[in-house]
């Protein structure tokens, strides 16, 4: 009876981790077709961002108490992945902290309002999607 309790809640993390990934992918397409400005969507997804990557590690962590050790080890890919995307300097992330006014959030504005990084977090989000 336990393993059923087990995989209901992994269940319901897995569809709230969908939710929030399609989030983010609504807002880059809003952001693409011009429905939205850069500033408005980069700080929609910036406030799911973090509940994204705790989701994650808790269902990573959730997994390895209930004694579900390749379904844990199926999530560790993509921890890694949020944590190396999270912490590598240079890369353009969208958990970008536009809080600090000034030279750095006009730097990210004009970045995204020339849409290059665009296609590679919508691959980002699709590759999600289909883990």
């Known amino acids: 009876m336990g393993d059923i309790y087990a995989w209901l809640v992994s269940f319901f993390f897995l569809i709230a981790l969908l939710v929030l ?8 397409a809003d952001l693409e077709f011009d429905y939205i ?34 379904m844990s080890l199926l999530c560790v890919p993509y921890l890694y992945y949020n944590l190396h995307a999270k912490t590598t300097p240079g890369r353009c992330n969208r958990d970008i902290q536009l809080a600090q006014l000034g030279k750095e959030a006009t730097t990210f504005q004009a970045r995204l309002s020339n849409f290059s990084p665009l296609p590679q977090h919508i691959l980002d989000d699709l590759v999600r999607i289909g883990r």
């Open 21 to 28: 990934v399609v989030y983010q992918l609504m807002c880059l």
């Open 37 to 70: 400005n850069p500033y408005d969507s980069s700080s929609r997804i910036n406030k799911v961002i973090l509940p994204e990557f705790i989701a994650e590690g808790v269902l990573c962590f959730f997994y390895l108490i209930t004694g579900h050790w390749f």
